[in-house]
């Protein structure tokens, strides 16, 4: 059934390939970015002869979400599912990262999530159904060094998916988490780095590992094609158009040795998470109502 869609965060990366793969697969989608005039002026041209609504929405400025779901609501006449795709990385010791910096990188990954939520959700409820996608992160699962802020803003997403899945499952609202690897996508090309430098020097000559860290990541890639992001926009595609009721919560897409260590950690929680609720007589709220 083709479905309505509007995604964050679609001028590069995982977005970008996200909205093209749903085009094909005759989705209807309004994809959003900044600066459809300024920078990413090419990629809205490209989305747009594509056949995708480009619509301009900056997650971290409350006018523009509000503005932009409405916007999108209108242009597709309605709306069956959000993805949550708009991120920031980081790379760098977490020491070095400012309190700006983390308010950031938070005001992206997290706080943007929950405002395209709070303009979405309403909407959602009135229909009692709706499907909200929220792009992790395997780092949202695990803590690998150099990636600090990053990681725990993810963490923080996970655990504010995992509210939403309870407590809009009565509504027919289902709420689904993407955790990526690392892949080449234009994302390693924007990472943040620390604001203060002062406490280089402390480090010695671990300061530069971070650097050094990235350099060998991207040649590991390099070596290894099956990390190919497609297979991240493909993922989503596939999540979307399962039946309502039997979509993963979870769905770790990795093919260079990280993906069946996370599976069996999230196969775990679950178990855990159906014993607990199950105790409370609440394992209901762990179901989406049809």
Known sequence: MTKKILITGSSGGFGKLTVIRLLQKRHQVAASMRDIKGKNKNAAAELRNAGAKVLEIDV??????????????????????????????????????????????????????????????????????????????????????????????????????????VELSNFGIENCIVEPGGYPTSFSDNLLRPSDKSRELTYGDFAKVPEASLHNFENVLKNNPQQDPQKVADAFAELIEKPKGEKPFRTVVDFIGMADYIQKYNEHLEQIMNGLYTNFGTQGMLCVKK
């Open 60 to 165: 971290t400025d409350d006018t523009s979400v509000t503005t932009g779901v409405e916007t999108a609501i209108s242009v597709l006449n309605g709306l069956d599912v959000l993805i949550n795709n708009a991120g920031l990385g980081v790379l760098g010791m977490q020491e070095f990262f400012t309190l700006a910096d983390f308010q950031k990188v938070f005001d992206i990954n997290v706080f943007g999530v929950q405002r395209m939520n709070r303009a979405v959700i309403p909407y959602f409820r009135q229909k009692n159904d709706g499907i909200i996608v929220y792009t992790s992160s395997l780092l949202g699962r695990i803590a690998l060094p150099f990636y600090g802020a990053y990681q725990a803003s993810k963490w923080a997403l996970e655990a504010l998916a995992e509210n939403y899945r």
